[in-house]
């Protein structure tokens, strides 16, 4: 447990933001807690592009990881 939060050590996050009209990764960045992804989303990415955190994972790899 890290500063109160409960997170499986092997789950890594990622970025991914949708400028057009797809999501897609943002950066190559991977964050080992959700909540530090989504404190550098908030600080990187201007208030009217759609961004969301997802697991690295194979299945969000294929689906936005520089689509």
Known sequence: MIGGERS???F???VIWKP???F???CNQLFPLEKDAKEFAK???KRK???DVVPYNTEN???Y???
Do not use: G, L, V
């Open 24 to 26: 897609t990764s943002f």
């Open 20 to 22: 057009k009209d797809k």
């Open 12 to 14: 890594m996050y990622f």
């Open 65 to 67: 990881w520089y689509k």
């Open 49 to 51: 592009i759609e961004w």
């Open 43 to 45: 600080k990187s990415i």
């Open 61 to 63: 790899y294929d689906k």
């Open 8 to 10: 499986p050590p092997f």
